[in-house]
């Protein structure tokens, strides 16, 4: 009786172990399948959604949280896990999931500070995802959004103060001129540049 039960539990084990590896077979997805087709102003318009739904987490811990957002073989777009980095930076966790491919990342940029130029992408986020490959969207204490496109290498203000979750610290400074587009020569000029004294 004993004999048969472990042969028994052997067979499920068997079995199991090889709708696993079946799954996994299924699930991996050939290259061509991995294009993704979502058009950009969805991803935008996502990407929008997920920094929202994190400004005022950003600006109480006062840390960046970022996060991928990815597409799946079904065209549907997720976010991965959004982790917690410091006031001006944060590791992007990668993953290698079959059927998903990554295809923008995202970031706050914590609270409002006189001492931090975070109304715009820093210098390191433009160059970061032209490294990894695929673009980036960024979100400001001041409520700015900005797509980052990897293959230009420019980072453009989708739109102005307000249209993410503004941190009620966040104060204008007149003096300072934003432009709606950067290159990385234009915001490393920027930041070489003395700040404007706002009052």
Request: charged fraction near 20%.
């Amino acid at each position: 009786m004993q004999l048969s039960a472990t042969r028994l539990l052997y067979v499920l084990c068997a079995i199991a172990f090889l709708v696993i590896i079946a799954r996994a077979y299924l699930n991996v997805k050939g290259p061509e399948a991995l294009q993704p087709v979502v058009p950009q102003y969805d991803v935008e318009a996502f990407a929008r959604e997920q920094l929202n739904a994190l400004q005022e987490r950003s600006f109480n811990e006062n840390i960046e949280l970022c996060g991928i957002i990815f597409e799946t073989s079904d065209g549907e777009l997720g976010a991965s896990r959004k982790t917690g980095g410091d006031e001006a930076t944060c590791d992007l966790s990668f993953f290698d999931e079959p059927g998903m491919v990554p295809i923008a990342s995202f970031h706050t940029h914590g609270r409002f500070s006189r001492e931090y130029d975070g109304e715009v992408p820093s210098v390191t986020d433009i160059r970061s995802d032209i490294a990894n490959g695929m673009d980036g969207y960024v979100s400001t204490p001041g409520g700015r959004f900005w797509h980052i496109n990897h293959v230009t290498g420019v980072a453009r203000l989708v739109c102005g103060p307000g249209c993410v979750t503004q941190d009620p610290r966040y104060q204008t400074c007149a003096g300072d001129a934003i432009e709606d587009r950067y290159t990385v020569e234009k915001l490393a000029q920027r930041f070489r540049t003395a700040a404007p004294i706002c009052l």
